[in-house]
């Protein structure tokens, strides 16, 4: 088995010891690749041990990669055929680059402004599925971090929401770095409580929707985040880094 296979095994049984800690389906977590910084040979290896969800940071490098992965899926021994890959956009975003996300993406985690998200919704090409949003929450209150404060979520929420290229999905938060795991539990617990709120406010207005989604947790804090109720882990390094899971050096 490939090293790659090993480190992605790793993840999943955490991520499974995790949900049955706290009664959940194991299948109720998501786990989403972060191969920011890492080339598309690394994504065709994890592709191999059966990932199919991307998530990347910088749109240069990200539709770079995306076209190398998709050439070297169809020029492959028959391997690429049928294989569905979903990119999850989850770096800042400028205005400039909304259409080239809008025409990339399966999903945009980042979503912080409304502009931006209507900028997401014109530009989203028709004939592709209404593009998944999730909007970025500073749970921390970090003077430094991008995100929307807490109270400023549901109004940004209701006009998402009737955005037609857009499907708002839920929340997703980086919270401050700290191994503290009571402050890590509250940060998570924070957002779940949001998303709460969001589910009981915006239905009323549209039965609808399906707000079903906490991106939530990285390498460093992910066992917190499904505790708490994440959907979706972005996890990089515990996948990607050479310093990860490697027996001896
Ligand atoms: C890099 C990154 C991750 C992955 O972090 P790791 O610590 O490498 O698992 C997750 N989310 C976002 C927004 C990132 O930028």
């Not at 790659?4 to 095994?9: T, Y």
């Not at 598309?40 to 990932?51: D, S, Y």
């Not at 940060?187 to 915006?202: I, K, M, N, P």
Request: glycine letters at 8%; charged letters at 20%.
């Amino acid at each position: 088995m490939s090293l790659m296979s090993h480190k992605l095994q790793a993840v999943h049984a955490s991520i499974q010891a995790a949900a049955a800690a706290v009664s959940r389906r194991p299948d109720s977590v998501a786990l989403l690749a972060v191969s920011k910084t890492f080339g598309p040979e690394m994504v065709l290896e994890a592709i191999a041990a059966g990932q199919r969800a991307f998530g990347e940071n910088y749109l240069q490098e990200a539709l770079a990669k995306m076209a190398a992965v998709e050439l070297a899926l169809q020029s492959g021994p028959g391997a690429g055929a049928g294989v569905l890959l979903e990119w999850h956009f989850i770096g800042p975003i400028q205005s400039n680059k909304t259409r080239a996300i809008a025409e990339h993406f399966d999903w945009v985690h980042t979503v912080d402004r409304e502009k931006i998200a209507q900028r997401l919704s014109q530009q989203r090409p028709p004939q592709l599925a209404p593009l998944n949003i999730c909007l970025q929450v500073n749970i921390s209150g970090e003077a430094s971090k991008s995100g929307l404060a807490p109270p400023e979520v549901l109004d940004v929420a209701r006009a998402i929401a009737e955005l037609p290229g857009l499907k708002l999905r839920g929340l997703m938060a980086i919270p401050e770095p700290t191994e503290d795991q009571q402050k890590q539990h509250a940060a998570f617990r924070q957002t779940r409580e949001l998303l709460t709120q969001l589910q009981s406010e915006l239905t009323k207005q549209r039965p609808g929707l399906q707000l079903d989604t906490l991106s939530m947790g990285m390498s460093a804090d992910m066992v917190a985040a499904i505790e708490e109720g994440a959907t979706i882990v972005r996890v990089g390094s515990a996948i990607f880094d050479r310093r990860f899971g490697r027996q001896g050096h």
